[in-house]
């Protein structure tokens, strides 16, 4: 059975990889009409373009490469005048976005967790070499805790716009952000540490009377979309769902309520306690598409919880607010969200991230009035084939016509063909090798989900 179960995922994971890379050749074409315009107009025109240059230029380093946050970042530092470098995990030098004109070099490093040394060395020399004046992580879940241990040991030659790792262990640990929270005298739902099943397994349920959901702490890919809902139908039901998880003292769960109401994301830059720049969004099942809206009860809790912990750097919430308004934060993520991607055509985000508040009342940057919301194009194509009515089909044609692509600019149209038809496909190529399937492919942090995966 388990020779038969092995081949069965090996002939599972050659028509997976090689179907999406026909797939992604059929498309192409397409791509290549929307770029090759582009291209030909920003060289007709760039002679007649005016060049920024920053009142104090700076030269910054992000990490993250790979992904369209990073990206976003780059263009909006290149235009107020910075010079941008960018820096990914040796796996992801094929990063689509290093052919970004926003970028003037692109760096690879050993993955941190597997050569500490090399990490730090490396990061070290770019620092030094490229004269870097700030440092800014756009961190995977992975790394974010590495870049934060770095931070000491760089900060002597570079502004590190970065949490120490002691406060980043306590927010990417979803139990201790909500026991701070707590402390704070702020809304947070019930929540339990849950490190052996039998906890779950004997939990009064019936006298609590709520529901709950079961959430690795260490970050899961995969098992993070989970939202099976405790106690379930039969107790036999719930023994084999919840022994199915890898629950133990090393790899901690928390069991959190269960709070009815719309799901919203945030992403805050933060200075010495002070929100720099702001957005917040209605949460989407995979988190690629983006709205700026205001839910003054949301910032308000966002506002109070940084200013309490006094901290400089990138911060991201998830939150459930319930009909009457209450506000419950679900998990925190120390690091950038992709919603920073509603900022793109705002000329302030530098500053906001370069600069202190004037003053106590200085506003939060937040994106324009006028803003598109933001899609990834190659997502959006996938959706179609699960239409299943014209209500849904009327629904994606606004989506496209009202918004806008996260990757494709039109002074900036090559990540857009090289982030779909580079850096994906040798993804899919590198795994087609090995016959090793994954879980989906999310083109917005560019690459492939895999269980156990980065």
Not at 30 to 36: C, E, F, R, S, Y
Not at 94 to 118: C, H, I, M
Request: net charge neutral; aromatic share 12%; with cysteine.
């Amino acid at each position: 059975m388990a020779l038969i179960l092995f081949v069965q995922g090996r002939a599972y994971a050659l028509f997976q990889n090689l179907g999406s890379l026909i797939l992604l050749l059929i498309v192409l074409p397409l791509n290549l009409l929307k770029v090759i315009p582009s291209l030909l107009w920003n060289f007709i025109s760039q002679p007649f373009q005016k060049k920024v240059v920053a009142e104090n230029p700076k030269n910054i380093l992000i990490t993250g490469a790979k992904m369209t946050k990073c990206l976003q970042l780059a263009r909006s530092f290149h235009a107020a005048g910075h010079k941008v470098f960018l820096l990914e995990a040796n796996k992801y030098w094929l990063s689509g976005n290093r052919f970004s004109n926003a970028v003037s070099g692109f760096y690879t490093l050993p993955f941190p967790q597997k050569d500490w040394e090399g990490y730090y060395q490396g990061l070290l020399e770019i620092i030094k070499k490229e004269k870097i004046d700030v440092f800014i992580p756009v961190s995977s879940p992975a790394g974010s805790y590495y870049e934060s241990l770095a931070k000491p040991l760089i900060s002597e030659h570079c502004e590190v716009l970065h949490f120490d790792a002691e406060i980043t262990q306590l927010l990417d640990n979803k139990f201790t952000f909500i026991e701070k929270a707590k402390s704070f005298g702020l809304s947070v739902p019930k929540s339990f540490l849950i490190t052996n099943p039998e906890q779950v397994l004997n939990f009064d349920f019936a006298t609590d009377g709520s529901k709950y959901i079961l959430k690795s702490i260490p970050y899961d890919s995969v098992r993070r979309l989970d939202m099976t809902k405790l106690p379930m139908n039969s107790k036999a039901e719930m023994e084999e769902f919840v022994n199915s998880l890898p629950i133990s003292e090393q790899r901690p769960w928390i069991m959190q309520e269960f709070v009815k109401g719309k799901e919203y994301c945030t992403h805050s830059t933060v200075r010495k306690g002070k929100v720099r720049l702001y957005c917040c969004c209605e949460s989407s099942e995979f988190q690629v598409n983006y709205h700026h809206l205001d839910r003054p009860q949301i910032y308000q809790w966002v506002e109070k919880f940084v200013r309490e912990l006094d901290i400089t750097g990138q911060i991201s919430f998830d939150f459930i607010q319930t009909e009457d308004g209450r506000v419950y934060p679900i998990e925190c993520n120390p690091r950038t969200h992709s919603a920073i991607t509603t900022f793109h055509d705002h000329p302030g985000v530098a500053d906001a991230y370069l600069k202190d508040s004037k003053d106590e009342n200085e506003a939060s940057l937040i994106p324009l009035p006028n803003s598109k919301p933001t899609y990834w194009t190659y997502h959006e194509l996938w959706r179609l084939t699960g239409m299943r009515s014209l209500g849904q089909l009327k629904s994606w044609i606004n989506r496209i016509f009202q918004g806008t692509d996260g990757i494709f600019q039109v002074n900036d149209p090559l990540p857009f063909l090289m982030v779909h038809h580079w850096q994906i496909p040798l993804l899919l190529l590198s795994n087609l090798q090995k016959l090793k399937g994954w879980v989906r492919i999310d083109f917005n942090i560019g690459k492939l989900v895999e269980l156990g995966g980065d």
